[in-house]
């Protein structure tokens, strides 16, 4: 088989460039022309070409493609010139970029000069920079003879790269960079148009209410400092850096900041549009995304743009502006991505792929065992530490089993830090947490794998999940079905001074109209008064806006906004049949805002009396207290005020039907100070909620049960701790394999960590034949004289030192031999079918209508089939199908 080693040189200038465009819009544009191509047959002469297209597609078309393994570097856009301009698919690609980031990671640099260097293999020429606005017809023939020699140069250079590259590169890796390649130049899925146009209009009115909320003058858009003193006044720390010419920390407020682009997401509406009023895009990124999905529908189908190995463990990445590893769960997008004609699309996710992995690296067989039968893993350790049956284990006795076991939250989830609300996953061990009472320390953010959780107030948490309530520690689930439970949890949170009431502002959307309402706090933050009660049927959402009202007790006139209510513990049984899996709960009487509401009820019905007052702290100043809120019967609301969220999975937790559609990546943070606590954001306010750790001795499990209000004396936590390590001793003899492996690869010697081998120099060798790495591993000593490994990674062009432990080595290797796994599966997978894309630990495929139900059952074979590295993890999945990739 021959190897063709290719590079185009196409024409660009100032604005046509993949500098400022994508590189489908790029390519498919009509400004787009090849000014010459170089073909390198196996270790031949290479040869240039430059002509007319028609000239350009003979050259090519003399090269046996179909039967060559195509070699470029960055091959996403050589690929799809071939494809897309000439009609040629070769038999294969090897993408020299992809493999040295899977070899390299940030050591050495993606860029063809820097890994030319790197290898000694020649210095790649300039000459691309004179070609800048020119044409094909405008060069001359001098010009292009070096513009030849250049493009000639370049494809020796990648030709000699690939050599050194492939020596030894996994052959299953680059099966799956071949396959990357192709869901991108190759594409097959189509973009609904219409359901894409619909969707920018709501989109566009949406952003026009949001616009009109920026009212500062450009003066103040355009200034860092006024406009960081105006992120401030809405509850914003500005995103700060270290300046690369200074040595010293500034602002972070330019278009290419990570932490200044992410605010274009922020939770508050107000925040986006000003970011984008300071862009000056006048766009928010649900907007631009849309107009991007409605671009490529009008150039043809949806090539899906994946970064292979963009992950320190291997995971894939959204690449090229289309980062469909984050479309939200819900969004009308994913409803946009159709399979062509006659096909549907078939999504499949590998169900707790990292826990049974953890078990299985552990060599915990008994746990992996436990998991895969559905098993009570809480309670069947709760009875190896209090030696009784498991059917006779107490709920008491299950928590204590359950503490080293801890529950976990979304990406989005907000955390409280001392630089500011931030998602769980942007928390840094740099950035302090608070606890309730002070700024404490943590260990890290630690991933917990793929998890079922329970949606409510904006917020995913698994069901288990601890949250500080007025009556001790409970879980996530029975917190969300009490709404004087929850009410309590709210009302325990002190923030810090800093902190003001403008974070809790939120603006909810409906399937059916939009509910507007303020989370009311005082001038610390704290929450004083909540006149909503939480829904104890989850998809049953007031629609009613606030109505201004003017003060009872007359102190002016002056109008203020009153949030209206939720449905409280009950629900009208006008929507038992809308929600057949619900359950009624008999109660009569719901709190409610009788002003909001009573344009809603019969005529003439009779309320009765005043359930509570409350104080309030709006915008516009303090009030004293109301008498505003009221009782109704709840049989005599209407439909009107409810809003439907259809065709959602439901299962019973206490009483009440809650939503379990939500399996995603969870997060938690390890050992948040000396409570084992910190402080998330809800729609309704903060709460705050317990921490997981790793490898806890009896001390720190002491102080943990403290902390859930369980007193334990020393000896008796040492003793629980001794049991748990006994009865699963490969978990923490896992911890510290971990451990001493930093110490070996900083050493340069040899250790193991459970099956893998620890190479010291390298990193954790990997079944695929790869490695984790830890560049530039070594000993930091903190302020304090704590002594803690780091190695440097990189954010955006920074490189920046990096905290690294033992339980989050745990967590590399475990989703990096995931990842593996999924990669094994895609391969297996595409041997029958076509797969168009993976999302984390979930793999997409297309198949024929007739055979949707049997391509399912295969595609559900292939991801239950064991590599053979690792024949005792059980592994599982769960499959749909449907003609649009949101209905999967």
Known sequence: MNILTVDMETYYDREFSLSKMTTEEYIRSPNFEVIGVAVKVDGEDTEWFTGTYEQTKSFLQKFEWRNSLAVAHNAMFDAAILTWHFGIKPRGWIDTLSMARAIHGTEVGG???????HYQLGVKGTEVLDALGKRRLDFSQEEIDRYGDYCINDVDLTYDLSKCLTEGFPHMEMRLIDLTIKMYSEPVLVLDKPVLEEHLTNVRKKKEELMSKVTVDRATLMSNPQFADTLTSLGVTPPTKISPTTGKETLALAKNDEEFKALAVHENPEVQALVAARLGTKSTLEETRTERFIGIADRGRMPVPLKYYAAH????????????????????????????QGYVMIDSDSSQIEARTLAWLAGQWDLVDAFTRGEDVYRIMASAIYGKAVDEITTDERFVGKTTILGCFGADTKVLTDNGWKRIVDVLTTDMVWDGEEWVKHQGVIPKGMRWTIKAYGIDATPE??????????????????????????????????????????????????????????????????????NALLGVTPVLRSHP?????????????????????DYSAELQALFQDAIQKLVRFTHTMAAGVSKF???????????????????????????????????????????????QKTRKINGASLNLKNKLQTYDIAYAGPRNRFTIATDAGPLIVHNCGYGMGAKKFQAQLKSFGVTLPEAEAQRIITVYRETYPQIPMLWKDCQRALVAIMMNQMTAIGVLTVEGGKGVALPNGLYIKYP???????????????????????VIPNRIYGGKVTEN???????????????????????????????????????????????????RMRPDWCEKLPLNCEAGYGETYGSC
């Open 111 to 117: 860029s063809l000069a820097a890994l030319a260097r």
């Open 313 to 340: 463990t291997g995971r894939w990445g959204g690449a090229d502006n289309l980062n469909l590893q984050n479309l939200p769960r819900k969004s009308l997008l994913k409803h946009a991505i159709r399979a062509p």
């Open 465 to 534: 999940h601890e949250i500080l309530t007025g009556h001790g520690w409970r879980e996530w689930s029975e917190v969300v079905t009490n709404p004087t439970l929850f009410q309590s949890a709210l009302n325990k949170v002190n923030l810090p001074s800093s902190i003001g009431s403008s974070m809790l502002r939120k603006r909810v959307d409906l399937r059916v109209g939009t509910l507007s309402y303020d989370a009311l706090a005082d001038g610390k933050g704290k929450l004083i008064g909540i006149t909503s009660k939480l």
């Open 549 to 569: 009202q003017t003060h009872a007790k007359n102190t002016g006139g002056t109008k203020r906004y009153y949030p209206t209510c939720n449905i409280g513990n």
């Open 601 to 647: 009820m019969n005529l003439g019905v009779q309320t009765e009396g005043l359930s509570y007052a409350t104080s309030y702290h709006c915008q516009i100043g303090k009030t004293p207290k109301e008498i505003w809120i009221e009782s109704t019967t709840q049989k005599v609301m209407s439909l009107t005020i409810c809003g439907l969220l259809l065709n």
């Open 776 to 798: 530039n591993l070594r000993i930091h000593v903190t302020p304090e004289g704590k002594e803690e490994f780091v190695y440097d990674t990189k954010k955006g062009k920074a």
């Open 813 to 863: 290797v475990c989703q990096a031999l995931a990842r593996i796994i999924i990669g094994e599966q895609m391969l297996l997978i595409a041997r029958r079918y076509r797969v168009v894309m993976t999302v984390h630990d979930a793999i997409a495929c297309i198949a024929p209508k007739e055979e949707a139900e049997v391509a399912k059952a295969f595609v559900e074979q292939c991801m």
